[in-house]
């Protein structure tokens, strides 16, 4: 409180009230917040108010960065690391893309590949060819019927591959070794089978057994989608067997579904062959 100013007030007459000084209580060190001492870089050498509160100090280290999670790998290493192991056989390396003037950057980029297979050029002697019966990613199918030799007067499937789509050296390749593997499995009861390959400038012939009864894509369908257990039974049994067969003479199909199972008749219990090897490679056993 001030002093009262209506009455003068002698200084020597006041005694001084000596009070007992109360006992300080000295806090308990654990209960004591512990704060690091302020850094020389801290807002407490700065001439400006800090924002934080009164004893905190700013942290020493700048704040955390946090980053986004790793991409997935790229799939196109695998593809790549396939690449690398080919050419070390001594394949050809496929063309590198780039900027192409009209369509003679293009015609340029097809005369370095090599598109001669070695197969027969007398197709057109030995075979006529009939109606599409198929048509698949790499190639359509057509039935054809035998001029000449050993399969004069009977009917085959005629695969044919067109030289325009192989526009790399690992397409070329891809014919190759699907011939290379219907060759190789040729002669099982399950398989399809192989018996000649030819080719003109257009145009690569694969020439195998005709199977009239049709995909097991219908026969499901026919059947409403369903079969008995007895029935599918069977049908299981003759895709592990030839699943089984390819998988010891080191080959991998990669493309099994019921259109690429074939019915050689159409009756009932007509034997079951597999097809379409595109996709198919050698892999050790």
Known sequence: MGHCCSKGVNNDSITPIDHPKQPTSQPHPASTPRHPPPDSSSFTCSPFQSPLPAGVAPSPSPGRKFRWPLPPPSPAKPIMSAIKRRLGSGMQAPPKEGPTSGDGGVKATERQLDKNFGYGKNFGAKFELGKEVGRGHFGHTCCAKGKKGTLKGKVVAVKIISKAKMTSALAIEDVRREVKILKALSGHKHMIKFHD?????????????????????????????????????????????????????????????????????????????????????????
């Open 197 to 285: 390959a030819f080719e003109d400038a257009n145009s690569v012939y694969i020439v195998m057994e005709f199977c009239e009864g049709g995909e097991l894509l219908d026969r499901i369908l026919s059947r409403g989608g369903r079969y008995l257990e007895e029935d599918a039974k069977t049908i299981v049994e003759k895709i592990l067997n030839i699943v089984a067969f390819c998988h010891l003479q080191g080959v991998v199909h990669r493309d099994l579904k019921p259109e690429n199972f074939l019915f050689t008749t159409r009756e009932e219990d007509a034997p079951l062959k597999v097809i379409d090897f595109g996709l198919s490679d050698f892999v050790r056993p």
